[in-house]
């Protein structure tokens, strides 16, 4: 039998042995593909030759080989080849010199499926069990063939490893420093907390190469599938220059020696009276009543904002800059002072604690037909704030002061009021799917917009699929304008997840400088630039400086430190400025995965239940005064996508139950936690069990079982 062989080898020699492998990989501990041998000791022989006496042959087998098929700093796999032990469990467990189990990992417990084969086992470290970057030395790996799987009593072997662990800084606490490096005019600006007198401005108008863009796209192709029109005057029907009017004389009265003499003035007068000598003058003419400032609603005609705007970074689109459309339109009434906008944009709401606001339910019927279980839906957004709308009030501001002959005054910002509800249509991307029960809640331009649909579960994958791989959902809004004069206005719409439009401008807040800036977003991007958008009010000019940021990579809910010291503070004391970073989504396939579990729900695939542990006679008998029971499973929520510890339940009387918290079991399927035990004795010692794992929601704890869990606990019947 090879058992004997393995123990008459233990018994001659003390030495430790440890063959590698023909094949190399690259490896963290340098164990990447090695076989490992048993360790070779008395004490090692003792513990077989005992397994041999407790077992009476009655169970055999032998463990082959154990080789290692991952070295990495958080993950250690071995391969296990074995024959015989029939009916039997492989306990695995990482131990320390002393073959105590080492804190932050899991006793693997594996039932020998056949009489012949391999096992694979995985050992991930705790995050929490250890601090970032610390380094882990693991001497020995223990293997135990056992009769029982709770039972650590069976043939054991034990392997040298020296098996490295560390935990890498987690995204949430890595700090990347990035430079800001001046665009052109950027650089020339002085770099104090004053505003200096004279500032540089930059040298490309940003109309113009939007202009010069949109001259390559015809003028018939319907733009409203992007995200915003390449914009050129003849699109936004831009209100044209007027022609100066030619003075009008006006005569007015001058005595001179008594008589009357007429000269004329280039001004218009309201009223002009004429008063002889010696006769009462005339009543003036009563003044004409202030006009009425009542809005009326938007004219059409826009005004071009972008036209004020200077730049040395070369935008493509006006979304670059704002999420408002940068065509503005006054209203029909020029008294009323009213400015009316449209978003350049609609996309899935975002938030960095909540996640992407779009739901794919399953199991949903309804009042739809049988096959119809999928229920989609979402909240749309648009990404107008209060600061978007305060610089381009001020944009208007600024447009007024330099076109005076247009009459303009500017009073108030204001969404472009609808006749009746918005219209939403993803006719063109869902209709290939036979999706046509749209239902869409679109009040108006200040809310969101609530979209569902339902489908069978075939298409609900294709769409997730979809969603998955970024190309989303294409959709249109269309707007019929209130005032009757504006014409029907089209609105982009887009469902992605990995979007930029989506996450949301990444703008920075006051006191940036003084703390670092984190990338709240579930992807990795690259940074591309800074640009500051300022107003300058007081000499009616408009600028957006850039300051390049090296693409530099940064991971999900990392953190950034930015060198400001090329940027000058005078700038954050500005009225009118806003600061934001163009950014890039990566490509990450595991971001996506992980969204979409987040994303798609079921509404049967968890039911809560609860744990009932009834504690035997063991306090007493045992002179134990306290027990601790935490269970740790991936069904503490109802996504059970990854483990979780439970708080610990306290215990401290027999013939009690004890219940845990609420644990989720999908329908069809049975519980699967795994629980430990905390006891103190009398004398005040203090006992830890290892993890043992069960799938019944009644776990009974005795003697017997309590002797199972700790061996060095002396257990009274």
């Known amino acids: 039998m090879k058992t004997l062989k393995h123990l008459l080898l233990l018994l001659v020699t003390g030495a430790s042995i440890l063959n590698q492998a023909t094949a190399q990989t690259p490896n963290y501990s340098g164990l990447q593909d090695k076989i490992l041998m048993p360790e070779l000791s008395r004490e090692s022989a003792g513990d077989l030759l005992v397994s041999l006496l407790l077992t009476r042959g009655e169970f055999k087998g032998n463990l082959n080989t154990v080789q290692v098929t991952a070295d990495e700093e958080m993950k250690f796999n071995v391969r296990v080849g074995y024959e015989g032990f029939a009916n039997g469990f492989l306990i695995a467990k990482l131990v ?34 250890y601090p970032e970057n610390q380094d882990i030395m693991i001497p020995k790996l223990v293997l135990v063939a056992s009769m029982k799987q709770d039972s650590d009593q069976g043939y054991k072997f034990t392997y040298g490893t020296q098996k490295k662990f560390k935990i890498p800084v987690s995204d949430a606490n890595l700090v990347t420093n990035v430079s800001l490096l001046p665009l052109g005019s950027a650089a020339t600006l002085t770099k104090t907390t004053v505003k200096p007198a004279d ?35 003849q699109r936004l029907n831009i209100e044209k220059q007027p022609v100066p009017t030619t003075p009008v004389k006006v005569a007015t009265p001058i005595r001179r020696d008594a008589r009357v003499t007429y000269v004329t003035s280039p001004q218009i007068l309201a009223t002009a009276v004429l008063v002889r000598p010696g006769v009462a003058g005339t009543r003036p003419a009563t003044p004409p009543p202030p006009p009425d400032p009542s809005p009326q609603g938007p004219g059409d005609q826009a005004i071009p904002l972008f036209e004020s705007l200077v730049t040395d970074y070369e935008f493509e689109y006006p979304f670059e800059i704002t999420n408002i459309r940068l065509d503005v339109y006054p209203d029909k009434n020029k008294a ?20 992407h606001q779009f739901v794919i339910d399953y199991g949903t019927s309804g009042e739809a037909s049988a096959d119809q279980t999928v229920r989609m839906s979402g909240k749309l957004t648009h990404g107008v704030n209060t600061k978007e709308k305060s610089l381009v009030s001020a944009l208007i501001r600024l447009y007024i002061k330099k076109n005076p002959q247009f009459g303009y005054k500017f009073t108030s910002l204001a969404p472009v009021k609808p006749e009746g509800s918005l219209q939403v249509s993803f006719d063109t991307d869902l209709k290939q799917y036979n999706i046509s029960n749209q239902s869409i809640s679109a009040p108006n331009l200040d809310e969101q917009i609530d979209v569902s649909w339902r489908t069978d579960q075939a298409n609900a994958t294709d769409i997730s699929n979809s969603l998955k791989a970024n190309v989303g959902i294409i959709g249109n809004l269309k707007i019929k304008p209130q005032s009757g004069v504006l014409p029907d206005q089209d609105v982009p719409v887009r469902i992605r997840l990995a979007d930029e439009r989506t996450i949301g401008r990444f703008t920075l807040k006051t006191g940036w400088r003084n703390q670092n800036w984190q990338n709240i977003s579930p992807y990795p991007v690259k940074l591309r630039n800074l640009h500051v958008l300022w107003v300058d009010e007081t000499k009616n000019q408009a600028a957006v400086y850039t300051w390049q940021l090296s693409d530099v990579e940064i991971p999900a809910k990392s953190q950034v430190k930015f060198d ?11 009225p009118n400025t806003r600061y934001w970073i163009e950014y890039e989504i990566m490509s990450c396939v595991p971001c996506h995965e992980d969204i979409l579990k987040k994303v798609i729900h079921s509404t049967t695939q968890a039911q809560s239940q609860t744990i009932k542990f009834n504690l035997l006679e063991i306090f007493e008998a045992n ?8 269970v740790r499973t991936k069904q503490a929520t109802a996504e059970g996508t990854q483990v979780q510890t439970m708080p610990e339940i306290p215990a401290d009387k027999d013939k009690q139950s004890y219940n845990s918290g609420k644990i989720y079991v999908p329908q069809g399927e049975q519980p699967d936690f795994e629980f430990s035990l905390h006891l103190v004795t009398s004398d005040g010692k203090e006992y830890n069990s290892d993890w043992v794992k069960r799938n019944s929601l009644n776990v009974f704890i005795g003697n017997s079982q309590l002797k199972e869990m700790f061996p060095q606990l002396i257990v009274n019947p």
Do not use: C
């Open 336 to 355: 009323s002072g009213y400015f009316y906008y449209l978003p350049s944009a609609y996309y899935i709401d975002y938030d960095k604690d909540q996640g």
């Open 199 to 233: 500032v540089i401005m930059p040298n490309i108008r940003i109309y113009d190469k939007i202009n010069k863009n949109a001259l390559l796209v015809q003028p018939d192709i319907k733009t409203d599938k992007l995200y915003l029109d390449k914009v050129d005057r």
């Open 564 to 574: 400001h010291s090329k940027l000058p503070a005078w700038l954050d004391n500005e």
């Open 96 to 129: 320390d010199a002393g073959k105590s189990p080492m804190q932050g990992f899991q006793v693997a417990r594996v039932k020998f499926p056949q009489d012949k084969g391999t096992i694979d086992l995985s050992f991930t470290i705790d995050r929490k069990a």
């Open 623 to 630: 002179k134990i005064v306290f027990a601790g029971i935490t």
